[in-house]
T-cell receptor
Framework: QKEVEQDPGPLSVPEGAIVSLNCTYS??????FMWYRQYSRKGPELLMY????GNKEDGRFTAQVDKSSKYISLFIRDSQPSDSATYLCAMYQAGTALIFGKGTTLSVSS | DTAVSQTPKYLVTQMGNDKSIKCEQN?????MYWYKQDSKKFLKIMFS???????INETVPNRFSPKSPDKAHLNLHINSLELGDSAVYFC??????????????FGEGSRLTVL
């Protein structure tokens, strides 16, 4: 079993839809969880960061972490065509490198 | 001003050749990384340097050799290129070694194609 599992999609939604992106992981020592967004032909950029279990909201984006289920989610409300990108979950424990999921490719049509 | 810059952006070469990719960051960060992203978008750590010192060296063939002449530069040299080396190689930097927010700043990638 890979350390971080993420459904690669692709996921296609109409503009205005609510999008749910998810990752599961196996290493209970992971403490820090984040979501990166990668546009085509660009490097990933940090979108959201959470520490331990709970929710974090930033505009149209909400990140959730459930450490008991080893499950993290990213919700995008009122999705826009500009949200079309690949979303990568990432996580780590102190002193180790960031481990990425395989990424989910999202397409939002206008 | 580009924060993390890599050169070249595209590289097409024959099997067996040796090639290098250069990376520079002007963010004043002390930790730099090389990641490999395969055709399925899977991003995997290869190396990490902190203040010119190698701190992470994942299971990577020894044909890959990183070099950090100073903390703003991290280069990647690849010997005897193989078909399976075709990928996008990303350089990244961070303020400390994935502490706090775990925010890495990535370059735009160097797309290597081995024929």
């Amino acid at each position: 079993q890979k350390e971080v599992e993420q459904d690669p999609g692709p996921l296609s939604v109409p503009e205005g839809a609510i999008v749910s992106l998810n990752c599961t992981y196996s290493n209970s020592a992971f403490q820090y969880f984040m979501w990166y967004r990668q546009y085509s032909r660009k490097g990933p950029e940090l979108l959201m960061y959470t520490y331990s279990s709970g929710n974090k909201e930033d505009g149209r984006f909400t990140a959730q972490v459930d450490k008991s289920s080893k499950y993290i989610s990213l919700f995008i409300r009122d999705s826009q065509p500009s949200d079309s990108a690949t979303y990568l979950c990432a996580m780590y424990q102190a002193g180790t490198a960031l481990i990425f999921g395989k990424g989910t490719t999202l397409s939002v049509s206008s | 001003d580009t924060a993390v810059s890599q050169t070249p952006k595209y590289l097409v070469t024959q099997m067996g050749n040796d090639k290098s990719i250069k990376c520079e960051q002007n963010l004043g960060h002390d930790t730099m990384y090389w990641y490999k992203q395969d055709s399925k978008k899977f991003l995997k750590i290869m190396f990490s340097y902190n203040n010119k010192e190698l701190i992470i060296n994942e299971t990577v063939p020894n044909r890959f050799s990183p070099k950090s002449p100073d903390k703003a530069h991290l280069n990647l040299h690849i010997n005897s290129l193989e078909l399976g080396d075709s990928a996008v190689y990303f350089c990244a930097s961070s303020r400390v070694q994935t502490r706090n927010t775990g925010e890495l700043f990535f370059g735009e990638g160097s797309r290597l194609t081995v024929l």
